[in-house]
């Protein structure tokens, strides 16, 4: 495992589409969670990666930190923070 220090912002990735009104919904959350954890986030456009679309596909958003998926459709806040503070 590695230890971070606690300002140390760990990368998020955030799988989704352009037009995606959940995409936007969830990013507008994370807003939220950033006064409290140290992180940033990656936004990945899946239809730009036809491997991406093929995996994700109506899955999107996709929240992800590596090969972990945090969350998909919509921010599961309590799965989210739980995970981040695995990091402190």
Known sequence: MTTR??????????????????????????????AHYPFDVDLVDVDADAELETR???LVPVLAHGETIICHYHLDVAR???????FR
């Open 5 to 34: 220090s606690p300002d140390t912002a760990i990368r998020l990735t955030l799988f989704g589409r352009r037009y995606c009104h959940l995409c936007d919904e969830m990013l507008q959350a994370l807003g939220t969670l950033r």
């Open 56 to 58: 994700f596909g109506e």
């Open 80 to 86: 989210c923070t739980a995970y981040l503070e695995s």
